[in-house]
C-alpha cells in the first residue's frame, strides 16, 4: 500500500533534480543518477595535503580537510546551493550530507571524530531563511557516521554582509571575531569536525576554528559541500 501511495504521489508531484530538472526516478533523491555520476567531486578526502587542507596553512592546526565538490557559477551544479540557500530546501543539505558522507567513510575521513559542529547563522538570518544549511549537511552527514550534531555551542555574533564579490582581504576583515563559543567544557580533548556549504577562501571557517582556541586539546578537522572555482 505504501509503495502504490507513494507512485501515485509521484504521479501528480513529480521530483525533479536540482541539477538538470529532469524528473526522480524511484530510488533517486534530489539528484538524478545521471547528474550524480557526472557531479565534479574533488576526491580531496583521498590525498593529505590536498588543496583545502593548504588554504588552512598557517592560519589553523588542522587534522584533515575535504569539500565534496567543485562549484562555480557557469554550472549546473549551483543549483545544489541555490535550491539549499533561497528555496528553502533543507532537504538538499541533508540529501547531500548523507552522499558526501557515504562516499567519504571509506577513507576513514571521520574516524576519531567525535562532534560536528556546523558554521552558525547569525540569528536574523537564520530566522528569514527559516533554517542553517549547514546544520542540515551536517544532519545527513550525522545519519550515516552515528556522529552527534552540536548546533548551539558557537554562535554568530555579528549579521555580517554576504561575502559574495568581496575580495579576498574584505572577506577576511567581514568576519574577524564574529563567532563565540558557548560552554567550551564540552569540547575539552574533542576532536571535531566543522561543517560549512561552500569554501571559498576559507575566511569563515577559519573565523569559526578560532572560537575554540582556549579549549585544552581541541583538534579541529574540515568538511565543506563544495568548493568554489
Known sequence: MKGWLEALVRLFFPRHCVVCGDC???????????????????????????????????????????????????????????????????DVGEAMGRFMAAELQASGFFEGIDVLVPVPLHRRKQKAR????????????????????D???????????????????????????IFALR??????????????????TGATLTACADAFTPVAGIRISILALALAR
Open 151 to 177: 548546533s548551539t555551542a558557537v554562535v554568530r555574533l555579528k549579521n555580517t554582509a554576504t561575502q559574495t564579490r568581496k575580495s579576498a582581504y574584505e572577506r577576511w576583515e567581514n568576519v574577524r571575531e
Open 24 to 90: 526522480l526516478q524511484q530510488g533517486e533523491d534530489v539528484l538524478c543518477m545521471r547528474c550524480s555520476i557526472d557531479m565534479p567531486r574533488t576526491g580531496f578526502h583521498l590525498h593529505r595535503d590536498n588543496e583545502v587542507e593548504r588554504m588552512f596553512w598557517g592560519k589553523l592546526p588542522l587534522e584533515r580537510a575535504s569539500a565534496y565538490f567543485y562549484y562555480s557559477k557557469g554550472s549546473n551544479y549551483r543549483g545544489i546551493l541555490h535550491q539549499l540557500k533561497y528555496n528553502g530546501r533543507h
Open 130 to 149: 527559516g533554517y542553517n544549511q549547514s546544520e542540515y549537511i551536517a544532519r545527513g552527514i550525522a545519519q550515516v557516521t552515528g556522529i552527534g550534531v
Open 183 to 200: 560552554h567550551p567544557e564540552r569540547f575539552t580533548g574533542k576532536h571535531l569536525l566543522l561543517v560549512d556549504d561552500v569554501l571559498t
